[in-house]
């Protein structure tokens, strides 16, 4: 099926995409393939491509430090989406495109990217610290995940994110 995107070009529709102006992506920590980051993009690419991403945005700054880490663009992530591909097959072709990575690497680079915080940051510090107090967070003591998944639960407190 296809429906016609609000930028005038059609588009494959999903029928299982999250409508992230109802509910929010999946959390950052949840892995596919070992893979942090990749449901919460899949979401985001799959709500962008059927025009139901709400305030959200695929091939962000974040999206893109998986990408980075692997050495693929969100060009070549999306023509993958549009394809119809599961979470599965999305996490295998990440595996057999850009940057080889072994699972290892793949898992040590998860862990430890649920432990960034931006407060230190010079170029996003302060946005970061702003987002945190508005949420209530501590800016010094909140990691990137945890301001995220408070953002989700306060942009969408219906939806029962937890």
């Known amino acids: ?3 016609s995107h609000p930028m005038n070009s059609t588009t494959t529709h999903f029928p299982k995409a999250k409508d992230l102006m109802q509910e929010s992506p999946r959390s950052p920590r949840q892995r596919i393939g070992g893979y942090a980051l990749l449901a919460r993009m899949a979401d985001k690419g799959r709500a962008t491509i059927n025009g ?14 998986l990408f980075g880490f692997k050495g693929v663009n969100g060009d070549d992530v999306r023509k993958v989406l549009l394809s119809g591909a599961s979470d599965e097959e999305v996490a295998a072709w990440f595996n057999t495109h850009g940057t080889p ?6 898992e040590e680079w998860s862990r ?8 230190d ?4 510090g302060e946005w970061f610290d702003e987002e945190c107090r508005r949420l209530g967070l501590d800016p010094a003591r909140t990691t990137l995940f945890e301001m995220l998944e408070a953002d989700d639960r306060a942009s969408h407190p219906w939806s029962g994110q937890d």
């Open 1 to 3: 099926m296809t429906v």
């Open 52 to 65: 139901i991403q709400g305030d959200y945005h695929f091939n962000c700054p974040l999206d893109n430090m």
């Open 101 to 106: 990575k072994t699972p290892e690497e793949i």
């Open 112 to 119: 430890q990217l649920e432990q960034v915080s931006l407060h």
């Open 121 to 124: 940051d010079p170029e996003k």
